[in-house]
């Protein structure tokens, strides 16, 4: 496994406006045929749009989603795992990005209903080519995944998201992110002030919350090998 030298990150400053601006007008890299790209964004924009109010529960919000397609652009991720797809609205953000960085999404759901609409939902929006979605106990399913990865999103079991991290640090590349859904929610889910305090207990981690919704979501840096 290759590994690059980590920079010194800011703290990700959040703007919607500027985000969905950014999203719209978005070319194609040299790399890809400009009409399959554009295809490809307008399918993908025509079903977020379509399916805008039927994201509920156990997705993310729209302003989420945006967040996670622009900072897995921004950092040129390709190797993305996702634990909790639900349905597969962040799975669709995520995919988006990966699709210009010609990477691939593992994301890992344990509900058969919601794995089964998800898969329906990434191909009605034309990005099933872009990821690998399972049906597991992720679990079961973390400890058997080889790695390496340089984004992990986790929106899953809360009591479990630390033995996730722990899991899934020495598999993460140098200047990757394990990112982590509704760190906001101290008071109502259990697990998450453990979580965000072991983190940045670690020396060689360098974590920070970000405001995109009032769920938040946490960002754990690596800037060296473990």
Same mark, same amino acid.
């Given at each position: ?50 399916? /805008?109010?039927?994201?509920?529960? #156990?997705? &993310?919000?729209?302003?989420? $989603?945006? !967040?996670?397609?622009? =900072? *897995? ?60 979605? /399972?049906?597991?106990?992720?679990? #079961?399913? &973390?400890?058997?995944?080889? $790695?390496? !990865?340089?984004?992990? =999103? *986790? ?72």
């Amino acid at each position: 496994m290759t590994s690059r030298k980590p920079r010194p990150r800011r703290a990700f400053q959040f703007s919607l406006p500027a985000l969905v601006m950014a999203v719209l007008a978005w070319s194609a890299p040299a790399d890809r045929p400009q009409d399959a790209a554009t295809d490809l964004d307008a399918k993908v924009r025509s079903f977020l749009t379509g399916h /805008r109010d039927q994201w509920r529960d #156990e997705n &993310v919000t729209e302003s989420d $989603g945006m !967040f996670l397609y622009d =900072f *897995v652009l921004r950092h040129k991720y390709t190797k993305a795992l996702e634990i909790g797809t639900s349905t597969g609205h962040s799975g669709i953000w995520i995919a988006w990005a990966l699709s210009k960085t010609g990477g691939k999404l593992v994301t890992i759901e344990i509900d058969e209903a919601r794995h089964a609409r998800a898969v329906e939902n990434f191909k009605a929006a034309g990005l099933d080519a872009y990821v690998d979605a /399972r049906l597991a106990d992720a679990h #079961e399913e &973390v400890p058997l995944l080889k $790695g390496p !990865f340089d984004f992990v =999103f *986790v929106d899953a079991d809360k009591e479990w998201y630390q033995n996730y991290f722990k899991m899934l640090l020495p598999k993460l590349d140098v200047g990757g992110c394990f990112a982590a859904h509704n760190v906001l929610n101290l008071e109502f889910m259990h697990g998450i002030k453990e979580f965000l305090d072991y983190a940045r207990s670690l020396p060689d981690i360098e974590t920070t919350v970000e405001r995109t919704s009032g769920s938040g979501i946490s960002l754990s840096f690596k800037k060296k090998p473990t």
